[in-house]
């Protein structure tokens, strides 16, 4: 089963609009990383933050991490055309498996 | 461009049949990871390699089997194909096998049963 779950499953925004996607997950874990993938393609590697961290940013992403909630949320700002993909999160529980589970992702469409 | 190299990008193979996916790690990686993507169950880890060990185990099926080899780079044999084993196959590697570590994706292998 997916320890991560996000939402929502699908959002379309107008090109200069802010993102939003939430992820959910179930155990405790050591970190939370965040990932985009192109269709079809491979996934890419945007932003980690630990446990330990409540807020992260790298450009025009924003992370925040509740491990109360057990929940994370990125935040895309002033998209663009080209943000347009599939956003998953994904975990590393602190059982010591060192698996990454992935959610069930976000498909983003970003209308220009 | 990850440095993580899969073969073949695309496959087309009939039921019943056995099939081997191979990844070359980014230089200097020591774990790979495999993942299988379908439409209908998402992204599942199927298992880890870290320096030609098993190092955690996921969704793997008992027709699926993988191995690292001393030269890091590995292989997902998946045998006894069914139709819904169609889908893409990610390796994936990062340079340990601890949890702070990023991992990086190759861009798929295209598995088609028919």
């Known amino acids: 089963s997916q320890q991560g779950e996000e939402d929502p499953q699908a959002l379309s925004i107008q090109e200069g609009e802010n993102a939003t996607m939430n992820c959910s997950y179930k155990?405790?874990?050591?970190?939370l990383q965040w990932y985009r993938q192109n269709s079809g393609r491979g996934l890419v590697h945007l932003i980690l933050?630990?446990?330990?961290?409540r807020e992260k940013h790298s450009g025009r992403l924003r992370v925040t991490l509740d491990t109360s909630k057990k929940s994370s949320s990125l935040l895309i700002t002033a998209s663009r055309a080209a943000d347009t993909a599939s956003y998953f999160c994904a975990t590393v529980s602190i059982s010591g498996t060192y698996k990454y589970i992935f959610g069930t992702g976000t498909r983003l469409k970003v209308l220009a | 461009d990850s440095g993580v190299t899969q073969t073949p990008k695309h496959l087309i193979t009939a039921t019943g049949q056995r099939v081997t996916l191979r990844c070359s790690p980014r230089?200097?990686?020591?774990?790979v990871y495999w993942y299988q993507q379908s439409l209908d169950q998402g992204l599942q880890f199927l298992i880890q390699?870290?320096?030609?060990?098993?190092?955690a185990k996921g969704n793997i099926l008992e027709r699926f089997s993988a191995q690292q080899f001393p030269d890091l780079h590995s292989e997902l044999n998946l045998s006894s194909l069914e139709l819904g084993d169609s889908a893409l196959y990610f390796c994936?590697?990062?340079?340990?096998?601890?949890?702070?570590?990023?991992?990086?994706f190759g861009e798929g292998s295209w598995l088609t049963v028919v």
């Open positions: 155990t405790s874990i050591n970190n």
């Open positions: 933050i630990r446990s330990n961290e």
């Open positions: 390699y870290y320096n030609g060990e098993e190092r």
């Open positions: 230089s200097g990686d020591l774990s």
């Open positions: 994936a590697s990062s340079a340990g096998s601890n949890s702070g570590n990023t991992i990086y």
